[in-house]
T-cell receptor, first 114, second 108 residues
Framework: DSGVTQTPKHLITATGQRVTLRCSPRSGDLSVYWYQQSLDQGLQFLIQYYNGEERAKGNILERFSAQQFPDLHSELNLSSLELGDSALYFC?????????????FGPGTRLTVL | DAKTTQPNSMESNEEEPVHLPCNHSTISGTDYIHWYRQLPSQGPEYVIHGLTSNVNNRMASLAIAEDRKSSTLILHRATLRDAAVYYCILRDYDKVIFGPGTSLSVIP
């Protein structure tokens, strides 16, 4: 158990819909990362937050958005969903968000878009 | 943009050493090289990281080429619990780039 929690574990929805994925970081970690894992694209970095502020942006689509709240939990919002958005979404956390930090990954949320 | 390439799969006998290669010919001077592994049905977990010098920890060793265009993760004695997908990753302040991963099978 990494100490990072993600909810829900599974999510099934239809094209065009909007969903919210939630992540609680390890106690004491200030930085949160979001990743997408799909069969064709592998693991892709989406976005990173540090203490409530966006720090780095990866391959995040404009239909996706995220935020980190004052209690440090984070949410990833996916809208206008397409079949290709079906994937495993991981959240990770680290202490400072620096490039040498160890990231601790949650168990993931499996999103299925029908 | 920098990228990494890794063999799709490798096999090792139990209790033998394993060398997992990674090429990152477009690495920038400030990129750190990280390795994570992903066990079935789990999120990735940290293995090791380095910048220029070789690194050792209780899990593995990391050998980095002098020109930094390649690196090798070394598991000194593979166990059945080491069967996983191993990812080579480049990290800088504003990026995290995962390689495609190498699926390691360990034969008893």
């Amino acid at each position: 158990d990494s100490g990072v929690t993600q909810t829900p574990k599974h999510l099934i929805t239809a094209t065009g819909q909007r969903v919210t994925l939630r992540c609680s970081p390890r106690s004491g970690d200030l930085s949160v990362y979001w990743y997408q894992q799909s069969l064709d694209q592998g693991l892709q970095f989406l976005i990173q937050y540090y203490n409530g502020e966006e720090r780095a942006k990866g391959n995040i689509l404009e239909r996706f958005s995220a935020q980190q709240f004052p209690d440090l939990h984070s949410e990833l919002n996916l809208s206008s969903l397409e079949l290709g958005d079906s994937a495993l979404y991981f959240c990770a956390s680290s202490v400072t968000g620096g490039r040498t930090d160890t990231q601790y990954f949650g168990p993931g949320t499996r999103l299925t878009v029908l | 943009d920098a990228k990494t390439t890794q063999p799709n799969s490798m096999e090792s006998n139990e209790e033998e050493p394993v060398h997992l290669p990674c090429n990152h010919s477009t690495i920038s001077g400030t990129d750190y090289i990280h390795w994570y592994r992903q066990l079935p049905s789990q999120g990735p977990e940290y293995v090791i990281h380095g910048l220029t010098s070789n690194v050792n920890n209780r899990m593995a060793s990391l050998a980095i080429a002098e020109d930094r265009k390649s690196s090798t993760l070394i598991l000194h004695r593979a166990t059945l619990r080491d069967a996983a997908v191993y990812y080579c990753i480049l990290r800088d302040y504003d990026k995290v780039i995962f390689g495609p991963g190498t699926s390691l099978s360990v034969i008893p």
